[in-house]
């Protein structure tokens, strides 16, 4: 494997990392209510939607540090599962005005994370080259 891999691993953890971030912090300041509603109008117990902290804020730290980078994007592709189910499921067939799928975010998110899941954090992380934490 080259520097180019490597930093290659980087720009997809730091994109998907600071933009799932940034969903997050937002949950930290204005709390899961939201996702509360949608999983109880679902039949799923409430206190469910706290799992929306370790998706949104736990997960892109790891992503972004590169520490347990694999993990990380696993907590993402569950947490975007659970988004499309609960927000997203009648936006599945949809396109957009400007021809878009209505879901390209949100599958952005997920095959994101699911490439992290198989690639690692690479050398450019704190697990660094050993590959132990990443």
């Known amino acids: ?37 949608m999983l109880a109008s679902h039949g799923l117990p409430a206190f469910v939607a706290y799992g929306a902290y370790v998706g949104e804020v736990l997960a892109p730290i790891l992503l972004i540090l590169g520490i347990y980078a694999r993990v990380g994007g696993v907590l993402v592709v569950i947490n975007m599962l659970f988004a499309i189910f609960l927000a997203h499921s009648g936006q599945l067939g949809t396109i957009t005005k400007t021809g878009g799928w209505a879901l390209e975010l949100q599958a952005f998110f997920l095959f994101t994370g699911l490439a992290i899941a198989f690639l690692g954090a690479g050398r450019y992380s704190i697990g660094g080259k050993t590959g132990k934490l990443n």
Not at 14 to 24: E, K, P
Request: proline share 0%; no cysteine; aromatic share 2%.
């Open 1 to 37: 494997m080259n520097n180019n891999d490597d930093l290659g691993k980087l720009i997809l953890r730091l994109t998907l990392g600071i933009l799932i971030l940034l969903h997050g912090i937002n949950k930290v300041f204005n709390g899961v209510g939201g996702a509360e509603g």
